[in-house]
């Protein structure tokens, strides 16, 4: 797995060097045990930059795997309801 997406408060997040379903089981023993957990998590792209999330029922959090041979794909993009990249120059004019 190249690395794994988290959508946390609208903004976007990413964790590298883990399996998806130890992250998963950690988030969950977290939730489980009634408190809160943390998680730590790549702010921005390039040089590493650690930000700590804290989880509690509740919270929105989306875990995207992203595998190996994704392709990496420029901020910005538009994306359709089935997932799809919509390229500007393919939308028909208004």
Do not use: C, F, Q
């Not at 997406?5 to 976007?12: N, S, V």
């Not at 957990?37 to 999330?53: C, F, K, S």
């Amino acid at each position: 797995m190249k690395r794994i997406d988290i959508i946390y408060g609208g903004e976007h997040y990413s964790v590298g060097g883990r399996d998806l379903e130890s992250l998963r089981a950690e988030i969950e023993a977290g939730l489980a045990s009634g408190g809160v957990a943390w998680i730590t998590v790549n702010d921005g792209e390039g040089a590493p930059r650690w930000a700590h999330l804290m989880l509690t029922p509740g919270v929105s959090l989306a875990i995207i795997p992203i595998p190996d041979d994704a392709p990496e794909v420029a901020g910005g993009s538009l994306w359709d309801p089935d997932g799809n990249e919509i390229h500007p120059e393919a939308r028909p004019e208004p």
